[in-house]
């Protein structure tokens, strides 16, 4: 039988804050108030059938063109059939090595796959003349903006614009505002951290951090539209809230069932997906990671889902150096929304998941593992499994993770909010005991939700919260000025039961986006993670194992057809 304890703490629900006194301990997971939790609107979004590819990623059959490898160079082969294939057709690669000296660059409706992650792999040559290997869309340039003639409320699909925004059904915008930096209307939004001022954390140097990404469903008028999904933030005129429209996105390419490796070309980025909505990587491999591994700029209704994302470039040595500033990041976000990133591993990289300049809203991060992350192999500070690391994050979803590493969420270079962290197993890495927290909220990083998780490693944290001037391994490490993050249903290896926020329901929903198991789960526990299943976690996958999550024998394992044709 697990023991419960009810936690007593000051917190802010929303923006009304309250007072919980202590109440007595409790045994089981009835509900309180008879009813299974879920999170306050003004918290939260409808991530439930609004992330990844709309109807999922579609399952092409019918093959344009067959490559194998010539021994030589071959770009133009490989491009020339992306070309050239109509559209809901696949470009196939054969086993072997093709050997690419500038990018390959997918276009809309085209599917590009191998015959499997180590199987096909496409190699970037030295001195490459682009600065990637493999681009799912690679539009960033936006169209000229237009203000919005009336504030757009949360939950809403309609806005209105104060001229004609000459869009039609299919368009993708950029919906923002000015950075709120009196938190006048809600929490702090800035640009401005530890680090200076974060030019690239949104449009007009930065000072447009908040945020999403839209598609057009409908244009009742010349300056208004429908949104195929609500509004995740309240856009006020008084922020000079405006619209911007992408300019050509790349829409529904996939790559699939390969190997890109960066390890001999060093560029700065490995695979982008920019200006891309509806597009995937299925099981694709992704090796060496300059700066980016996986970058997502106007991305907007993507799905990256079994892949493998891992190795820092250059790879360090056992001892001594370290990454250099910005580099050896895992998938990351510039600007993006609605994206599903679901069932991979990431490992030997500085992060595993980051967002390094925002806006990012709205992102459902699932089903991850990430592990043996590593900045400088000598150092004692803890590494992050995933980091929010630029102005401004919020309204994504982090759920069902196998996490090895700190969930850092920083003020290097600005803000972040209203994130939640779901039915995670969490951990760190043990030899690492500076600023070793499973979670971490420095200064500027208000409402965050951390619920159902699995925390800590017995007999590592000593302590269960303390702030980030600490040294001490804990559960939570947050800054004195945090006061509004709320904690409920949480296990931690410190008081090794878990810990209440009061008299909210104590029955947990499986999951925050899926109506069920998904079809790729298999016949393993489900839930797989939560103080409320038995056993509370499963064992932990391997690190570049056969599959995303390990050798076919780990219990998150997911089935072969995950990365089959």
């Not at 609605?338 to 990431?346: C, F, I, R, S, T």
């Not at 920083?410 to 995670?424: E, H, I, L, P, Q």
């Not at 159902?452 to 944290?461: H, R, S, Y």
Request: glycine fraction near 10%; hydrophobic fraction near 35%; include cysteine.
């Amino acid at each position: 039988m697990k023991t419960e304890r009810i936690q007593g703490k000051r917190f802010s629900f929303g923006w009304r804050t309250m007072t919980l006194g202590l109440l007595v301990a409790l045994t089981g997971f009835a509900s309180v108030a008879g009813a299974t939790y879920s999170l306050p609107a003004n918290l939260s979004v409808a991530w439930q059938g609004n992330v990844g590819v709309q109807g999922d990623i579609p399952t092409r059959t019918t093959i344009y063109k067959t490559l194998s490898p010539s021994g030589g160079n071959d770009t133009t082969a490989i491009q020339t059939a992306i070309n050239d294939c109509p559209s809901g057709e696949v470009v196939y690669l054969n086993a072997g090595t093709f050997n690419v000296s500038s990018a390959i660059q997918l276009k809309s409706g085209v599917t590009l796959r191998g015959a499997g992650m180590g199987s096909t792999i496409i190699m970037g040559a030295s001195g490459m003349s682009s600065a990637y290997v493999v681009g799912v869309g690679t539009s960033s340039s936006l169209g000229s903006s237009i203000n919005l003639s009336s504030t757009a409320s949360k939950g809403s699909t309609t806005i209105t614009t104060s001229t004609s925004h000459g869009w039609s059904v299919g368009t993708i915008i950029l919906i923002d505002e000015l950075n709120d930096t009196s938190g006048k209307y809600g929490p702090v939004v800035n640009n401005v951290g530890s680090d200076g001022t974060c030019t690239w954390c949104g449009r007009t140097s930065g000072t447009r951090s908040m945020g999403q990404m839209a598609k057009v469903t409908a244009v009742p008028s010349s300056q208004s539209a429908t949104l195929e999904m609500p509004l995740y933030w309240t856009y006020n005129t008084g922020l000079t809230a405006q619209a911007t429209a992408v300019s050509s996105p790349v829409t529904s390419a996939g790559l699939e069932n390969l190997t890109v490796d960066n390890e001999s070309s060093n560029q700065t980025n490995t695979v982008e997906m920019v200006g891309a909505s509806n597009c995937w990587l299925l099981g694709v491999e992704v090796i060496g990671s300059n700066q980016y591994a996986v970058l997502l700029r106007y991305a907007y209704r993507n799905t990256i889902r079994g892949c493998k994302v891992h190795e820092g470039v250059p790879a360090l040595p056992a001892t001594g150096t370290q990454y250099d500033t910005s580099k050896a990041y895992g998938i990351t976000f510039l600007t993006g929304s609605a994206n599903l990133v679901e069932n991979n591993q990431m490992y030997h990289l500085d992060m595993g998941v980051a967002s390094n300049g925002g806006p990012m809203t709205g992102n459902v991060i699932a089903y991850n593992y990430a592990a043996a992350m590593y900045y400088a192999p000598s150092a004692s500070w803890q590494v992050d499994a995933i980091r929010q690391h630029g102005a401004h994050s919020a309204m994504n979803l982090f759920e069902g993770n196998w996490l090895v590493g700190d969930c850092k969420n920083d003020n290097v270079w600005g803000t972040s909010s209203d994130n939640t962290f779901f039915r995670n197993r969490n951990t760190l890495d043990t030899t690492r005991a500076s600023s070793a927290w499973d979670y971490s909220l420095y200064a500027g990083n208000p409402n965050y939700n951390i619920i159902g998780n699995v925390i800590g490693t017995t007999g590592f944290e000593t302590a269960y919260s303390v702030t980030t001037s600490s040294s001490s391994p804990a559960i939570y490490g947050i800054d004195s000025s945090v006061t509004t993050t709320f904690q409920h249903a949480n296990w931690d290896s410190v008081n090794k039961e878990v810990t209440w926020n009061g008299s909210n329901d104590h029955t947990l929903p499986a999951s925050f986006y899926l109506a069920s198991k998904p079809v790729w789960w298999g016949s393993m526990q489900w839930p797989a993670i939560g103080p409320d299943v038995s056993p509370m976690y499963p064992a932990a996958p391997a690190v570049g194992g056969g599959t995303p999550w390990g050798a076919p024998s780990d219990p998150l394992s997911p089935p072969t057809s995950l990365i089959a044709n």
